[in-house]
């Protein structure tokens, strides 16, 4: 006679528990790595001949103390830690973090628990009630326990977690490139601020040499040695110097206000006393070479995050062609009074399992695959995009602080040459030898040098905080959170002590 092995429970359930694990790990996503991309191996804008280091990069840490400047300093210290528009893209990662939380809770079972108490009474006179029918009143207690769990076994909430995490790092990015576009704003409106004190400065000193003309124009004409005309002329260009610098003190106003606001504190009680551009350092940036430059973006980071977590939504999307199973179990005790609730005829139980497979749905399923990929074609798009603009800023800025640097030498030798003609001119009408008119030429020439000179040197330290800022500010990939970071809490520990992490993505 023949026996058959009768597999041991213990095995059948080990068997069965391991083939469940291989299939949670399952995953339906494609393989995912990060575009390569070609890149030159220098900047166009550093010069043909220009050696890129590899470790020449802007350093980490407060990128505005290499303009040297103490109030500088005080006001982006200001920003990072009061500025309300900042403090709410950082809330944006706090919700982002919670949300992987939520996805990652369904991977594990959900337990609750649940009690009852029901007080009941029939009427007398029910239909179908039949020889007094049962007591007309009666109670009901219980309480018990269910759990519950959805096995991942195509990995659509693994899936679904690696996109909310992809999404928080990317929102970590997003954050770090909203702290670093305030900054710039605020360095480039502190920069032309000073750029206006200067302006002021030279129209104050204009001023006092335009009266000085207009008190020898008026002696002159009392002297009946030259014409009321020039006396005229004169004033004009005394009066239209004055309006100008009315004009300038109106622009330094508002760029105060709205550095006050970007700092976090009110406009009605800031101010910044007058300085001079002269006290400001022009820095030598360390740009880098063009690779690194992929690592030192965080809009670039931003964008990558995001094709990571359209990725994972096709894994998703791939998951609901196959069943869906759940598993339950519930077990409790009721009764009709509190005395015996916790006896073994009164308690209850059930173990269940569904299943659900979609056979016809009107192409849903394939129409939400097609999305998600076309949805990750386009996050691969818009990196691309990021990328070419990221190479464009950064060689507009070179472009710019290089040629900015020649115009302000250029732009010096002309100053000095109208200043020469300017008080040439004075001289040879307070003698006598010229009218007045050459004066006013002059006057407004040697004006124009000097204001453009000051233009071009404010210019210079703002384009030198754009390449700063379009090489990253010092920031780089590893100052965003890891997979794991973004996970705000462990689940299994109990307490309120220490459940969320305190990174907020650099």
């Not at 594990?108 to 007591?135: C, D, H, I, K, W």
């Not at 976090?264 to 007058?274: K, Q, R």
């Not at 097609?370 to 800025?397: C, K, W």
Request: proline content about 5%; hydrophobic content about 40%; glycine content about 8%.
């Amino acid at each position: 006679m023949m026996r058959y092995f009768k597999p041991p429970r213990r095995l059948a359930a080990a068997v069965l528990l391991t083939l469940f694990g291989a299939l949670a790990g399952c995953s339906l996503a494609p393989p995912y790595k990060a575009p390569d991309m070609v890149l030159p191996a220098s900047y166009k804008g550093t010069g043909s001949f220009a050696l890129a280091h590899p470790e020449d990069q802007l350093v980490q840490g407060d990128w505005w103390k290499m303009f040297g400047d103490e109030q500088l300093d005080r006001l982006e210290t200001s920003l990072n830690a009061a500025n309300p528009d900042l403090q709410a893209a950082q809330e944006t990662y706090t919700q982002a973090r919670d949300i992987v939380g939520e996805a990652r809770s369904q991977l594990f079972p959900q337990l609750s628990a649940q009690s009852y108490m029901t007080q009941n009474r029939q009427s007398e006179n029910r239909l179908f009630r039949v020889n007094g029918g049962g007591p007309a009143e009666q109670s009901s207690n219980g309480y018990g326990a269910a759990l519950s769990w959805e096995p991942d076994f195509w990995g659509s909430i693994h899936n679904q977690t690696n996109y909310a995490k992809s999404n928080a790092q990317a929102t970590a990015a997003m954050v770090a490139s909203a702290r670093l576009s305030l900054q710039i704003e605020l360095a480039n409106d502190y920069m032309a601020l000073r750029g206006l004190d200067s302006e002021h400065a030279v129209y104050t000193k204009t001023l006092g040499y335009y009266g000085d003309a207009l008190k020898i124009t008026k002696l002159r004409y009392a002297g009946k040695i030259s014409a009321g005309l020039d006396v005229e002329r004169a004033q004009n260009q005394l009066s239209t110097a004055q309006a100008a610098d009315t004009d300038i003190q109106m622009q330094r106003a508002v760029l105060e206000h709205a550095i006050a606001v970007l700092a976090g504190e009110n406009p009605s009680t800031f101010s910044l006393p007058p300085e001079e551009l002269a006290r400001l350092t022009i820095p030598v940036i360390p740009v880098g070479v063009p690779s690194a430059l992929l690592q030192r973006r965080p809009d670039i980071a931003q964008s990558e995050r995001r094709m990571a977590a359209e990725n994972a939504e096709i894994g998703v999307a791939r998951a609901a062609f196959y069943p869906n199973i759940q598993l339950s179990v519930n077990g409790g005790f009721e009764d009709d009074a509190f005395g015996g609730l916790a006896s073994l005829p009164d308690s209850l139980w059930s173990i269940g399992a569904s299943a659900m497979l979609p056979l016809f749905e009107g192409g849903l399923r394939r129409a939400e695959e097609q999305q998600s990929r076309s949805a990750f074609a386009q996050a691969a798009d818009n990196y691309h995009s990021t990328v070419l603009q990221a190479f464009r800023e950064v060689e507009d800025q070179l472009v710019q602080t290089n040629k900015l640097a020649s115009e302000y030498t250029q732009q010096q030798d002309a100053l000095k040459a109208a200043l020469k003609v300017q008080d040439l001119a004075l001289r040879l009408y307070t003698n006598g030898l010229d009218d007045y008119l050459s004066v006013t030429v002059a006057q407004v020439a040697a004006l124009s040098a000097e204001l453009a000179t000051v233009q071009v040197q404010s210019c210079q330290l703002q384009s030198a905080v754009g390449l700063i800022g379009s090489v990253g500010g010092g920031w780089s990939t590893v100052d965003m959170p890891t997979s794991k970071q973004t996970i705000p809490f462990n689940p299994l520990h109990w307490g309120t002590g220490g459940l969320r992490q305190t990174n907020q993505g650099g």
